[in-house]
């Protein structure tokens, strides 16, 4: 059965960091961008940033840009996201996703698999 798993979900104060985690399970990352997506209540589900299947391009929201970072490591058929400087506006459920197309992409449309999500929460 073919899974993304993600972890690392947490309370935090504004200003501090986190580190999610996308494990697959039942087939290889290498083949695949990932991306993570998020949605706060209310709101639609919207792009954080992707990493292609090399790793050697990123792409991120203005949102995020400069306080996130997504990274991989295949050997571990995991990819990360570190959140630093981290707003209450970040406060939602993260979502990784893999996209077969292997290049990074904001489209919700051209991922193939998604996870069930992990809640960030922001809050003093």
């Known amino acids: 059965q073919l899974q993304l798993v993600e972890s690392g979900g947490g309370l935090v104060q504004p200003g501090g960091s986190l580190r999610l985690s996308c494990a697959a399970s039942?087939?290889?990352?290498?083949?695949?961008?990932i991306g993570w997506f998020r949605q706060a209540p209310g709101k639609e589900r919207e792009f954080v940033g992707a990493?292609?299947?090399?790793?050697?391009?990123?792409l991120y929201s203005d949102s995020v840009k400069g306080r996130f970072t997504i990274s991989r490591d295949n050997a571990k058929n995991t990819v990360y996201l570190q959140m630093n400087s981290l707003k209450p506006e970040d406060t939602a459920v993260y979502y990784c996703?893999?996209?077969?197309?292997?290049?990074?992409?904001?489209?919700?449309?051209?991922?193939?698999?998604w996870g069930q999500g992990t809640q960030v929460t922001v809050s003093s």
């Open positions: 996703a893999a996209a077969s197309l292997g290049w990074t992409t904001s489209r919700r449309n051209a991922y193939d698999y």
């Open positions: 990493i292609s299947r090399s790793g050697g391009s990123t």
């Open positions: 039942g087939f290889t990352l290498d083949y695949y961008a």
